[in-house]
């Protein structure tokens, strides 16, 4: 009804069993600054988790955030139980600490965007804001 | 848009979701989408709204009422509402955290929602997500908001039972009767037993409750992080909901919703018609605003009649 674009829904998500979630929360508001609903599920979930609030929230990209190390395998662990609820259209991207040599790794795996510590803040809401766009244009 | 329908009707996850965003947002397909509800199940559910000040419990609570209604085999819906920024028209809608114990538990239907500046237009939107979620089974139907603005006492509208949840040492009672929330609240939650003050702030609402002589109204204890008291507090709310359907105030209150969501949706529809005729032919003559104001809809009206 309204001419005024309807905010982008994303999801912020930390996987895994580290405590700290001063990025997700920073990455979060600054995206809330920037426009998007964000639904933040908190720390330590599951995989499993992430995807099922992610489609329930009929959100346009997921956010992972890592600090533990364990990147490689929880990221490409929500892409694979996104693939499994037949949801693997929704664009996940992920940073934290990572070694840029992960970096390929990650996105063989279906991880769309990897964020490194270095990565500019505006450069972050911009691959959130082009994979929302790309994934609502692809809805019927 | 078949497959959606039948989506729905199958109870998949994504359709549903699907579904509540664009009831939501009313993009096209709204309309099919709620003229193909199950309005058997939509009238048989039970809209249960939560309103209270910032951090009494109300989603941990609404998390301990998730347990104990699974277990008497309840599907659940929960629409958790939160302000959106007037600034950025973002939101941080973080009231899942405490809810993530159900995440995996495909009978408990979550969806956050930003208020989104919408002045009142709120009601509408989320009376149609709650209508989509009764429609796919579930019952109780849960909306939490927070207990201070406007849209809030909007959506205690929506619901057939309103709980307001306080807790000890937040001033709550002061906020409570300014809003006027105390007039419209079935059940007075004291949450945080275990925090002090929580005996003289129910003895507090009981001597508020005992003046107002409303044999309808419940006061229940409840210490939502190890679900103390919510057994008793779900007795409570389904005593009160046999009651209302007894005295017909149930029905009463679903009417005087379904009469405030329907004319919020027609003077939505009547506004840009409005918008254009004031800017084109009344904009210039009046400064007085009550004045144009009858002047605008006079000339609506005899637009309205001169068209074939
Ligand atoms: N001691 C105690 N703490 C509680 C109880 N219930 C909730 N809390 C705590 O109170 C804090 C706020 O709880 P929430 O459930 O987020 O409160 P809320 O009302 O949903 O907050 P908003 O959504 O921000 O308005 C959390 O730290 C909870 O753990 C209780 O019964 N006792
Ligand atoms: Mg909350």
Redesign the interface.
Known sequence: ?TKKI??Y?VLIAKPGLDGHDRGAKFI??A????????????IR?TP??IA??A????VSAIGLSSLSGAHLRLFPAVVEALKK???HDIPVLGGGVIPDEDKEELKKAGISQVFTPGTPLEEILEAFRSACRNHRAE?? | MET?LRGIRNNE??AI??A??IVE??EHGSESILSSLDHKSVDASLVIGITGSPGVGKSTLTNALVSSLRSLGKRVGIIAVDP??P????????D??RM?SH??DPDV????M?T?GRLGGLCSAAGAVVRVMASAGCSPVIIETVGVGQSEMDIVRLADITMMVMAPGLGDEIQAMKAGILEVADLLVVNKMDCRGAETLTMEMESVLREKDDALRRICQTKATDGYGVDRLIETIYELESLFRQKGEFMKRRQKSREIEVIERAL??LKPQLQETFRSEINKESNDPQKAAHELIARFYKKLSAEP
């Open positions: 009804m309807t905010p829904r979060a508001r995206l809330r600054d920037d426009g998007f609903e964000v639904i933040y599920t908190g979930r499993e988790e099922a609030a489609i329930q929230e009929d609820a037949h949801c809805q019927p | 959606l996850p994504r979701a699907r509540i965003t947002n009313n959106s920024s600034l950025s028209g973002g939101a941080l809608l973080g899942r955290i993530m995440a995996l239907v979550v969806r956050s930003a989104r939505e529809m």
